[in-house]
């Protein structure tokens, strides 16, 4: 009993597994999680070490050495590179792609708690992380402060409004931007530490010995028990500045009548502390909050509930503050739902429209339209058992499953109906249309299922994303192909009416299928006939449209119009934070005045960590009004991209704003490397470094001049002045000063030092000692004095030299050895390929020893093209093993996957007529391609096999004349349909277009093309092997072996009416036997007897050709031929007698569906 006869014969138990689906797959949907990515753990570990103060060659000698000789024997590892700045060192891991990442975790965590021993004193603890593309801020808040006072700007933030937004539900953590901690910070006076004879580590040291709490135990009697604690701590800047210097050089001050107070030399002042960063939002000062969700939680929920929560707080702020939202991520996640939700009701409505005019039939159409929420709906509870979001890969794998839901459906019903349309009742048609089409809708559907079976063999980045892709697509298949044949047969069973046309349209389109449909059939006759001169013409179109890849452009993936864009600013190294902030207020008040800006938010210093270091960086966050509120640009008299808006505020801030140079960043391109997020990036590396400084100016200058690329830059900074100071060693030991003393009071007096922590309102806080700040920082020097070991103060200059000289900025490491990294961003129009292409042509050009290695987004490039290629090919080796397995037949699936060529041809032809890339998306389409064009060449396929059997004397141009005229309506129905289905995307223009756009153009002109070649190809090619098959030999051989030892179910053929004399194969329930019918047939309705038609039939048991299942028979070989001829002569007789006959329907008019059934 075929599946669809056991729903058929129990109709509720369809109807409720249909509502299974409906229901569990909306429970499914409300409880997945939303996001923009995957969510997906990169292999990759960030340790972040700080020591205040510290040069970038210290930092590598000092910090970043000793960790990495520790990592270096942690399992796994690919590279590891490391930046070191002034002040701060960070070090990423990068692992093989299948590392389990949280192990990975553990064992850095392990090798950098062992090297911590041999870090210097002074080192914050190192802070370790892993990345994720998916773990960013999902909304950028911005708290302005109209009062200018950053104190307590930054202590309201850390304090009371951060802890209100960690408590709303999916928030993860909380990023405060531009933050800086307060402090209290301790100044010194050079001037009066030199009239009262104190040294800086005099301050320093009855600090330490005052400014102290120190738990005294516990105490109890018989009857109380009590906590005792030394309350030795200052609460405030008074406390201190009333303490008591008591000592000098390490000896008491013997003097009770001239008490030496802090404020005696210098001030306490509770403050911020050494701040390296200003912050502005739309021009007023401001704190950036960056929401960051939990994984796995929805991002549109969190971002809709931290809004509500700021609408609460809004209210309670303190007079002059405000919060305003600077960068909603979420915005553009629920456009792009809204946009594919808005794409899948146009392709419902227009494939509804379709299945209509084609079928002319409601109830029909009403048919295929119910298999789209069953499959959809019923994918939801495959992602939330997986543990899938709905992102971007999840959504375009239901999107696209749309288009294989209603082919699946159309398939079964439109052979349903076709029988329908001959007179049977919908009951008769169900049961024969769902049997006929059976084989064809399974071998369909697995050799889709086949196609996205290699993605889960594809390395890289990408295959992290691309699985989820697969996983979701291969689901719904099997969800279509269950409702094809189980719930669409019972519907069809149940309400599937067909009549005459009777509207003007209807009669039209009626009238018009007819007549394509005999000229379909003679020009099929006509290639038949010139089959060679066909082939040879597909051939040379094919290899034509294969050579315009060549002229298409490829990129990793296609920009997005978000609303939003980074610029980086640089300025000359060494310039200071003031000027840096003066130049960042020009290019603000352009952006500002420009209609197409909505918000600024701009960073001084840039956002991280790097100390005074950054001082000549800056970083601007740019959002752009949404699409359609940007108003008509004067120039181009339309509305402006932010891709071109991007272009043009290059070249504008490049004529008016002198001194800065502007780099563009695109954060729709983030996400799928873990580089900086530019197109373009590679790493120069070789033994020496002012080799690869050359090397790196070259490159620079030839990048620009290709035309190909721009914003170029790299992370190679030298030129930052430095002033160094190097102790004297035979003045300094004639003075009794050591080198380190020399050291720690430079430290101390100049970079601050951190001498213990203060307790305010219940949060810890540094304490830092410093020199006060002099107009020229160089004058600071001229006043430094040291303590020797005779207690007396010696100036600095007595004992070191002190010069300037410039230093690097930063020092970058890849895999222990110094490297530069590069990067720029594509010109207008350019292809991320050739960009790439001309770089490592100029690596060849490299002295001996140096080389360039890929990174970022670039290494992401390649090896996602390589891995798609590769899923290609084996996708194409799995889908011919399938289809050998389901056909028996070597031949066969060849013929069926001529159509892939033609398919490939039209995505080409497509992409290059609209403009588009070759991208991730369109290589999205053309793997989905290569399973729905297999569909029409199952079908041909299928049916011509199926004639054939009928009858064995027919030859293969016989079998597809009459096999493909009759398949020609379901083909060009579920080929319209599916392009139909994709117009809405290939059309669209808002959220997430420039993702739908490739994949949906790639897949309508793939299908297009194939579909009208394949109903000529196809069929020359199934007749040009036909001498070379040996099918029928080889299944009449086998039926002829089984029915030797009796296994054989019959020899007739199906869809041979046999007739019920009780020779031969009998039935083994006659009352319940169906026999299918072929077309031939139905033509002589009217004339056929009512005969019984039988296909479940019992094993032949003829004594003559078996005797018992342990004896075999003794006749010869040619005896038992003869026989099985004979018995097959019989056969045809019968069949002639039979001939025109139709299944007999019993004598009654029980109208109850189950006595009918």
């Given amino acids: 009993m075929r599946i669809s006869d056991v729903s058929i014969r129990n109709a509720v138990f369809s109807w409720m597994l249909f509502g299974a689906f409906i229901i569990f797959g909306a429970i499914s949907f409300f409880r997945l999680g939303v996001s923009q990515l995957p969510d997906v753990d990169f292999p990759v570990v960030n340790v972040s070490i700080t020591l205040l103060g510290a040069a970038p060659e210290i930092m590598e000698t000092s910090v970043v050495d000793p960790v990495e000789d520790a990592l270096s024997s942690v399992e796994g590892v690919e590279r590891i590179s490391s930046v070191s700045k002034t002040g701060i060192a960070n070090i990423t891991i990068e692992f093989e792609l299948d590392r389990n990442i949280d192990v990975a975790l553990q064992e850095v965590q392990t090798k950098v708690a062992q090297a911590q021993r041999l870090l ?14 998916d773990d960013q801020p999902i909304l950028w808040l911005a708290l302005m402060y109209e009062k200018n006072d950053p104190y307590f700007l930054m202590t309201y933030a850390k304090d009371y409004l951060k802890d209100r937004f960690t408590m709303v539900s999916g928030v993860g953590d909380i990023i405060l931007g531009g933050y800086t901690d307060p ?80 404020k005696d030399v210098g001030f306490a002042q509770e403050s911020l502390a050494e701040v390296y960063r200003i912050s502005r939002f739309d021009g007023v000062m401001a704190l950036g909050l960056g929401i960051k969700k939990q994984i796995g939680s929805n991002a549109v929920a969190v971002a809709n509930a931290v809004k509500e929560q700021m609408k609460t707080i809004q209210d309670t702020l303190p007079e002059g503050m405000k919060l305003g939202i600077n960068f909603d991520s979420s915005r553009y996640i629920e456009q792009s739902i809204h946009e594919m939700i808005k794409h899948l009701i146009l392709a419902v409505i227009l494939t509804s429209i379709v299945c209509w005019v084609f079928l002319g039939s409601f109830t029909a159409t009403l048919n295929v339209l119910l298999a789209i929420p069953t499959s959809i709906m019923g994918a939801f509870i495959g992602l939330y058992f997986f543990g899938f979001t709905l992102n971007t890969f999840t959504l375009l794998g239901l999107t696209l499953a749309i288009g294989i839901v209603v082919d699946d459906a159309i398939m079964v019903l439109e052979n349903i109906f076709r029988y329908n349309e001959k007179g049977l009742r919908p009951i008769e048609s169900a049961i024969i249309g769902a049997r006929e089409i059976t084989f064809a809708a399974l071998a369909a559907s697995i050799a889709i299922i086949a196609i996205f079976l290699p993605v889960a063999f594809m ?34 069973s149940s309400f599937v009416h067909t009549g005459h046309r009777t509207t003007r349209i209807g009669k039209a389109f009626e009238t018009f299928m007819e007549k394509w449909k005999e000229f379909y059939s003679k020009s099929l006759n006509w290639t038949l006939a ?50 840096s902030d003066q130049k960042t207020r020009e290019i603000e008040k352009w952006m500002r005045s420009q209609p197409e800006v909505k918000h600024v938010y701009a960073s001084v210093g840039g956002l991280g960590s790097g100390g005074g270091s950054d001082a000549n960086t800056g970083m601007m966050f740019i959002t752009l009004k949404d699409k359609g509120e940007r108003g008509t640009n004067k120039e181009l008299g339309r509305e402006v991209s932010q891709q071109e808006f991007m272009s043009y505020a290059r070249k504008e ?47 620079k200058e030839d990048m620009k001049k290709s035309g190909l690329m721009v914003d170029v830059d790299s992370d190679y900074l030298a030129g930052m002045p430095e002033i160094q100071v190097t102790p004297s060693r035979d003045r300094a030991a004639r003075r009794g000063v050591s080198a380190e003393d020399i050291g720690v009071t430079v430290q101390a007096m100049i970079g601050g030092v951190k001498n213990g922590q203060y307790t305010k309102d219940g949060h810890r806080y540094d304490v830092y000692v410093q020199l006060q700040k002099s107009k020229d920082p160089r004058d600071e020097f001229s006043k430094l004095l040291i303590a020797n070991d005779r207690n ?42 050739k960009a790439l292409d001309f770089v490592f042509a100029k690596a060849k050009e490299l002295p001996e020893g140096y080389s360039i290695a890929q990174s970022g987004a670039a290494k992401t490039f390649r090896e996602s093209f390589d891995s798609l290629l590769f899923a290609l090919a084996l996708g194409i080796i799995v889908a011919y093993m399938v289809l050998a397995s389901q056909f028996n037949s070597f031949l066969d699936p060849i013929t069926i996957l001529m159509a892939l060529p033609f398919s490939f041809s039209g995505a080409f032809f497509a992409l290059s007529l609209t403009g588009q890339t070759i991208n991730m998306y369109s290589m999205i389409g053309i793997l989905l391609l290569m399973g729905i064009v297999k569909k029409n060449s199952i079908l041909l396929i299928d049916f011509t096999n199926s004639v054939r059997d009928r009858g064995h004397n027919i030859t293969a141009e016989g079998a597809l004349k009459e096999a493909c005229p009759v398949r020609l309506r379901p083909i060009i129905m579920t080929s319209v349909a599916t392009i139909t289905a994709a117009l809405p995307s290939a059309l669209a223009s808002g959220a997430g277009s420039e993702t739908f756009k490739p994949m949906a153009i790639t897949l309508i002109g793939g299908v297009l093309v194939s579909t009208m070649l394949t109903l000529y190809v196809v069929p020359v090619v199934y007749s040009l092997s036909d001498r070379f098959r040996r099918r029928d030999r080889r299944q009449e051989d086998v039926r002829e072996a089984f029915l030797q030892v009796g296994e054989a179910t019959s020899i007739t053929p199906e869809g041979v009416p046999v007739l019920n004399n009780g020779e031969g194969p009998q039935p083994t329930k006659p009352e319940q036997s169906l026999q299918v019918k072929s077309d031939e047939y139905f033509k002589q309705e009217q004339q056929m007897p009512e005969i019984e038609q039988n296909v479940d039939v019992q094993p032949v048991a003829d004594e003559k050709r078996v005797a018992d299942d342990k004896n075999i028979p003794s006749d010869s070989n040619q005896d038992i031929r003869d026989r099985a001829r004979e018995a ?12 025109g006959s139709m299944i007999s329907q019993k004598p009654h008019r029980d109208r109850d569906r189950d006595r009918d059934i």
């Avoid at 290899?543 to 490829?554: D, M």
């Avoid at 100036?795 to 990294?821: C, F």
Wanted: glycine content about 6%.
């Fill in 530 to 579: 010139h089959r060679w001169p066909v082939l040879g013409i597909s051939v040379a179109f094919v290899a034509v449209s294969f050579a315009t890849v060549g002229g298409l452009n490829k990129e990793m993936t296609p920009t997005q119009d978000q609303s939003l864009f980074i610029m980086r600013l640089f300025l000359p190294i060494g310039t200071s934070l003031a000027s």
């Fill in 459 to 492: 390395k890289g980045v990408i295959g992290k994303f691309f699985l989820q892709y697969g996983i979701t697509i291969s689901f719904a298949v099997m969800l279509s192909l269950l409702e094809s044949l189980t719930i669409t047969p019972m519907r069809c």
């Fill in 183 to 262: 402090a209290m910070r301790v100044w010194v006076n050079a001037d009066k530490l030199k009239r009262k004879n104190i040294a800086v580590n005099d301050v320093m040291a009855s600090i330490t010995a005052q400014h102290t709490e120190v738990p005294g135990g516990f105490i109890q009697n018989p009857k109380n028990a009590y906590n005792v604690r030394t309350l030795g701590e200052f609460k405030d800047a008074k406390g201190f500045d009333n303490m008591i210097i008591n000592k000098r050089a390490g000896m008491v001050i013997q003097d009770p009548f001239n008490t030496i107070r802090l």
């Fill in 653 to 699: 801030l490049a004529k008016n704003v002198k001194g800065v140079q502007v780099f563009m960043m695109d954060p729709s391109s983030r996400g799928f490397s873990t580089g900086k997020g530019y197109p373009i990036e590679f790493i120069l590396q070789g033994p020496d470094w002012a080799k690869l400084e050359e090397i790196n100016n070259k490159f």
């Fill in 1128 to 1139: 097959r002569r019989q056969a045809r007789a019968q069949r002639r007698e039979a001939k």
């Fill in 120 to 133: 210097p004193a002074a080192v914050d603890p190192p802070i370790i992380t892993k990345t994720n593309p």
């Fill in 792 to 833: 007396n103060l010696i100036p600095i200059s007595q004992v070191a030299d002190i010069e300037q000289r410039s230093s690097l900025q930063q020092v970058t490491r890849v895999n222990r050895q110094r490297a530069i990294t590069m990067y720029a961003n594509l010109a207008s129009g350019a292809s991320q390929q």
